[in-house]
């Protein structure tokens, strides 16, 4: 079993930044992909961006392109989620997710994904 611990949302003002934390343990994170998805109230949960094990591959859609950077820590266990320019249509619940894997792959199903964290909320003021 691997847990995954979100943490870094908040409140912030349209155009500010926030960056979210997914600390992973119970299995060595290095070898999963690993990815960030966001669910708005009332609405299915999407993709937001996914990374490869060693980091090399990221993937992101086409919303958050440009404003968002997935980056990750192996040595730390850590993901993280850099948000710039923020916009209200970016409010959401934030949830990583982890998918044991072969080198240089990145996933954007939901279902491809073996393990979930609890969600961290992003609240973003007009």
């Known amino acids: 079993q691997m847990q995954l611990v979100e943490s870094g949302g908040g409140l912030v003002q349209a155009g500010g930044s926030l960056k979210l934390s997914c600390a992973a343990s119970?299995?060595?994170?290095?070898?999963?992909?690993m990815g960030w998805f966001r669910q708005a109230a009332g609405k299915e949960r999407e993709f937001v961006a996914s990374?490869?094990?060693?980091?090399?591959?990221?993937y992101y859609v086409d919303a958050v392109r440009g404003r968002f950077t997935i980056s990750r820590d192996n040595a730390k266990n850590t993901v993280y989620l850099q948000m710039n320019s923020l916009k209200p249509e970016d409010t959401a619940v934030y949830y990583c997710?982890?998918?044991?894997?072969?080198?240089?792959?990145?996933?954007?199903?939901?279902?491809?994904?073996?393990?979930w964290g609890q969600g961290t909320q992003v609240t973003v003021s007009p």
């Open positions: 997710a982890s998918k044991l894997s072969v080198p240089g792959a990145t996933f954007r199903r939901a279902d491809n994904y073996d393990y």
């Open positions: 119970g299995r060595t994170s290095g070898s999963y992909a």
């Open positions: 990374i490869s094990r060693s980091g090399g591959s990221v």
